[in-house]
């Protein structure tokens, strides 16, 4: 079941029936980065373009005990928003919700289909509609980056990157090798999803990166995939 609420003028959308409780989790996360008291997170990413975004943090929290289940470790991601305007940001930034997202996540899941990074909570804040500002908890995935080694996978890439269209999840035209973990059953997992849904282009360009950055295809002619590259051309 997926709930949603306003607190501190934060638009929330969470996972309710996940094992543990995403919502006080996220308070009792906030409430810690107010304080500064993040000392005994592990920091896992940190970035800072000041000129066309802002910081962003991610880290891992584990728990000495369950959260519940099964769950000891999440990722938790903080995230400010201070892209220049312009009319195409926009444009995409009022359709960039996590709500969105974390729906067609748990909707492919209730169809047996696990391979994206599972989400349980959204906190956006807004400006004129624009996300500003964002945090998210998420499924922390036992898995091996696959960038050392994507060569050995690439029929799994592709296969993995096809699944996801199917439950309309994709990347927006990059599913770079970093976007992929290899977990111990020798299956992939996808992270880093693109927020939006992925339109007919926007899946052409997913497979377009793969086949241009990778030489990853499996040689079936798409227009989607050729209508990507004329856009790329331009």
């Known amino acids: 079941m997926i709930s949603t609420i306003i607190w501190n003028n934060y638009h929330i959308t969470y996972v309710s029936e996940c094992g543990f409780d995403a919502l006080q989790k996220f308070k009792d996360f906030f409430e810690k ?8 997170w592990k920091l896992v990413g940190h ?15 584990s728990s000495d005990s369950e959260m519940g289940g099964g769950i ?8 400010v928003k201070k892209k220049r305007w312009n009319i195409e940001r926009a444009v995409r930034g009022l359709f960039a919700r996590g709500s969105s997202l974390i729906r067609r996540i748990e ?3 209730k169809k047996g289909f696990h391979v994206p990074m599972r989400i349980f909570l959204f906190a956006e ?3 004129y509609g624009i996300v500003q ?5 998420a499924e ?3 898995g091996i980056d696959l960038r050392p080694m994507w060569r050995d996978h690439k029929e799994k890439v592709w296969e993995t990157v096809l699944s996801m269209h199917k439950y309309k999840l994709g990347w927006g035209g990059d599913p770079n090798m970093g976007n992929f973990l290899l977990v111990k059953d020798g299956t992939l997992r996808a992270i880093d999803l693109g927020f939006n849904r992925p339109s007919w282009i926007a899946r052409g360009k997913d497979l377009y990166c793969l086949k241009w950055l990778y030489e990853i295809s499996d040689g ?7 209508a990507a590259k004329i856009q790329n051309s331009n």
């Open 133 to 137: 500002e964002r945090f998210l908890i």
């Open 72 to 79: 000891q470790r999440v990722v938790f991601k903080h995230a």
């Open 140 to 142: 922390h995935i036992d």
């Open 33 to 40: 980065i107010q304080k500064n008291e993040t000392g005994d």
């Open 107 to 109: 909707s492919a899941r």
């Open 125 to 127: 804040k807004y400006n």
């Open 220 to 226: 079936r002619f798409r227009f989607n995939v050729l």
């Open 47 to 61: 970035h800072d373009v000041p000129e066309t975004a802002g910081p962003e943090y991610t880290w891992i929290i």
